[in-house]
């Protein structure tokens, strides 16, 4: 009675039914192991791409910019300045861990020139770009400003020029 009793329970799917089971995951488990490479290698196909400010930005006309004049701009991080002599680009990007500088503002009991603050470490600038207070290994670097044949003004950050480069207009 015990031989028939096996053979129902092996009719009925019961130690055959594990195997089953068992070589179906194992199946299963080899398929999806090969699932991840697959995705890889199609992620590989599409390269990681940085979407960086372009080097040259467009301003707008000489005549928008009044003499005194102090413009901050966010995509590339520059402040043109514009006095008597013309215009001038600099860098608004600390030297020291490349934070974006504070506001310029006016002279105090401190600093007898108009200045900025670099918000995380304190070190100070001047207008056109000196360090006049540490950490800053060095000064703020002076961009190339120039006058488009539209006859707008552009600042290109791809060519650091001398300190006292001005665009004289």
């Known amino acids: 009675m015990e031989t028939s009793e096996q053979g129902t329970s092996r009719a009925q799917g019961g130690p055959d039914r594990g195997r089953r089971w068992l070589l179906g995951v194992g199946w299963l488990s080899f398929l999806t192991s ?7 290698n199609v992620r590989f196909l599409f390269p990681n791409v940085v979407y960086e400010a372009p080097p040259v ?3 707008g006309t ?3 910019y009044p003499v005194g004049s ?3 701009l966010e995509g590339p991080r520059v402040n043109v300045f514009r006095d008597a002599d013309g215009f001038r680009a600099v860098s608004a990007i600390c030297t020291h861990l490349r934070c974006t500088i504070g506001p310029y503002g006016p002279a ?3 600093f007898k020139f108009v200045h ?3 918000p995380c470490h304190g070190s100070v600038f001047d207008t056109f770009g000196k360090v006049w207070r540490p950490p800053a290994p060095r000064d703020l670097d002076v961009y ?5 044949p539209d006859g707008r ?15 004289k207009v």
């Open 153 to 167: 003004l552009f600042v290109d950050t791809s060519r650091p020029v001398g300190k006292d480069y001005q665009l």
């Open 57 to 59: 930005s467009k301003l």
């Open 116 to 118: 900025s603050h670099c």
């Open 62 to 64: 000489p005549e928008e």
């Open 144 to 148: 190339y400003i120039g006058v488009g």
């Open 34 to 40: 090969l699932v991840g490479p697959a995705l890889a």
């Open 70 to 72: 102090l413009t901050f």
């Open 108 to 110: 105090d009991g401190e």
